[in-house]
Nanobody
Framework: QVQLVESGGGLVQAGGSLRLSCAAS????????MGWFRQAPGKEREFVAR????????SYADSVKDRFTISRDNAKNTMYLQMNSLRPEDTAVYYC????????????WGQGTQVTVSS
């Protein structure tokens, strides 16, 4: 089993920056990729960014690709999301997730961290 713990959320003014972290433990050898998702009140959970663990290949949602950067530290089993030029519409609970043996099948999820962007 894989355990994921997010941190780094908080309150920031529009135009500001935050860096989220996600620490993985347990059966991390079974983890093909990790991703970030977010869910705003009254909305569906949406994809934000993804990175493969071995190669570091990345992908982004169109809404964040010019502002957010996903990265990982293999030695620390930790994934990061650098968020710049934040907007009020970025306000959401951000979740990290880990893919299991099948691509795009997210079997493991963190508890979420709140990001609030004030206007």
């Amino acid at each position: 089993q894989v355990q994921l713990v997010e941190s780094g959320g908080g309150l920031v003014q529009a135009g500001g920056s935050l860096r989220l972290s996600c620490a993985a433990s347990g059966r991390t050898f079974s983890m093909y990729a990790m991703g970030w998702f977010r869910q705003a009140p009254g909305k569906e959970r949406e994809f934000v960014a993804r990175i493969t663990w071995s190669t570091g290949s990345t992908s982004y949602a169109d809404s964040v690709k010019d502002r957010f950067t996903i990265s990982r530290d293999n030695a620390k089993n930790t994934m990061y999301l650098q968020m710049n030029s934040l907007r009020p519409e970025d306000t959401a609970v951000y979740y990290c997730a880990a893919e299991g043996p099948y691509r795009y099948n997210y079997d493991y999820w963190g508890q979420g961290t709140q990001v609030t962007v004030s206007s």
